[in-house]
């Protein structure tokens, strides 16, 4: 005699279309998400390796996002400094073509031209703070605009209103570098110097505004004298932000590095195949298809088939 026993043929179905809905679930989701599950519980005993390789990975990250702001705002002070040191070296030709004509008026303009371009440049402002203002990044650190006012002044550093602070950031681990550069310490203390002996001076014999006398273009020639030594300074700073920029530079090409071998570790723990993800949804679809069917045609089975 044929045994009919619908209930326990009803129960697997209901299982393998459930089992079925649930390896469809999770080949879905890897296909949808690229990943093996969706959350570092499920992955076993890789979840562990991953969390720390994860931290581990953050880690340089924060690094190289520090590296690479610093080296912009690195850059920004290269171009400051390139500029600062023009201006030291118009200063000085202003001085020797007056010399050497006799004659004062242009250089008195080129000087004036020369120290608001110094200025401008000591006051740059780099994403929202002050270059060269040491801890003071929210007050300009040059407090004077033209000649005269520099020369009203009872010393020239007392235009500067910056403070001692030099600035510093960590790029990588145990490695810290200072890169703040401050207007007065740092730059441009003996250039302004240079600059109110040059005003003063001018000041107290007529501006020299027209011929000069063998008194004047005497002095001219003495004030010149520190000059060279003012740009050899300047150009050792730019030397020594230059090899600050190279450190920087070294810094962010190791988190890179880095950075591409921790994904590819964390990959490899995480990382579904895609092609072996794609294939289990096809047969998962499949299967829940086949059982839905079975389970239909079970419900619509009567005992009256058997009679």
């Given at each position: 005699?044929?045994?009919?026993?619908?209930?326990?043929a009803?129960?697997?179905?209901?299982?393998?279309?459930?089992?079925?809905?649930?390896?469809?679930?999770?080949a879905?989701?890897?296909?949808?998400?690229?990943?093996?599950?969706?959350?570092?519980?499920?992955?076993g005993?890789?979840?562990?390796?991953a969390?720390?390789?994860?931290?581990?990975?953050?880690?340089y990250?924060s690094?190289?996002n520090?590296?690479?702001?610093l080296?912009?705002?690195?850059?920004?002070?290269?171009?400051?400094?390139?500029e600062?040191?023009?201006?030291?070296?118009?200063?000085?030709?202003?001085?020797?073509?007056?010399?050497?004509?006799?004659?004062?008026?242009?250089?008195?303009?080129?000087?004036?031209?020369?120290?608001q371009?110094?200025?401008?440049?000591?006051?740059?402002?780099?994403?929202?703070?002050?270059?060269?203002?040491g801890?003071?990044t929210?007050?300009?650190?040059?407090?004077?605009?033209n000649?005269?006012?520099?020369s009203?002044?009872?010393?020239?550093?007392?235009a500067?209103?910056?403070?001692?602070?030099?600035?510093?950031?960590?790029?990588?681990?145990g490695?810290?570098?200072?890169?703040?550069?401050?207007?007065k310490e740092?730059?441009?203390?003996?250039?302004?110097?240079?600059f109110?002996?040059?005003?003063?001076?001018?000041?107290?014999?007529?501006?020299?505004?027209?011929?000069?006398?063998?008194?004047?273009?005497?002095?001219?020639?003495?004030?010149?004298q520190?000059?060279?030594?003012?740009?050899?300074?300047?150009?050792?700073?730019?030397?020594?932000?230059?090899?600050?920029?190279?450190r920087?530079?070294?810094?962010?090409?190791?988190?890179?590095?880095?950075?591409?071998t921790?994904n590819?570790?964390?990959?490899?723990?995480?990382?579904?195949?895609?092609?072996?993800?794609?294939?289990?949804?096809?047969?998962?679809?499949?299967?829940?298809?086949?059982?839905?069917?079975?389970?239909?045609?079970?419900?619509?089975?009567?005992?009256?088939?058997?009679?």
């Amino acid at each position: 005699m044929t045994r009919i026993s619908s209930f326990n043929a009803n129960q697997n179905l209901m299982f393998q279309i459930m089992n079925a809905q649930m390896k469809f679930n999770e080949a879905q989701m890897q296909v949808s998400s690229g990943k093996k599950a969706t959350n570092l519980g499920d992955h076993g005993r890789d979840a562990h390796v991953a969390v720390a390789t994860m931290a581990t990975r953050d880690r340089y990250q924060s690094y190289a996002n520090t590296a690479t702001k610093l080296k912009s705002e690195l850059d920004a002070q290269a171009l400051a400094l390139k500029e600062i040191t023009q201006v030291a070296q118009d200063l000085r030709q202003a001085m020797m073509e007056a010399v050497a004509s006799g004659k004062g008026t242009a250089m008195m303009e080129q000087a004036e031209s020369a120290f608001q371009r110094a200025t401008s440049v000591l006051n740059t402002n780099f994403g929202g703070k002050y270059l060269f203002g040491g801890g003071r990044t929210d007050t300009p650190p040059v407090s004077v605009q033209n000649l005269e006012e520099l020369s009203a002044l009872t010393a020239s550093d007392d235009a500067f209103v910056n403070d001692n602070l030099v600035q510093a950031t960590r790029i990588d681990d145990g490695v810290t570098v200072s890169y703040g550069l401050r207007a007065k310490e740092d730059i441009a203390s003996d250039l302004y110097s240079a600059f109110k002996t040059l005003k003063d001076y001018a000041t107290a014999n007529g501006d020299l505004t027209g011929d000069l006398t063998e008194a004047h273009m005497n002095e001219l020639r003495t004030q010149l004298q520190n000059l060279p030594d003012i740009i050899s300074g300047l150009t050792t700073v730019e030397a020594k932000n230059g090899a600050v920029q190279n450190r920087v530079e070294n810094a962010i090409n190791r988190q890179e590095d880095r950075l591409i071998t921790l994904n590819e570790l964390i990959g490899k723990m995480t990382d579904a195949d895609m092609a072996e993800a794609a294939t289990n949804l096809q047969l998962a679809q499949t299967t829940m298809q086949a059982s839905a069917q079975a389970f239909s045609m079970l419900q619509r089975t009567s005992l009256l088939d058997y009679l």
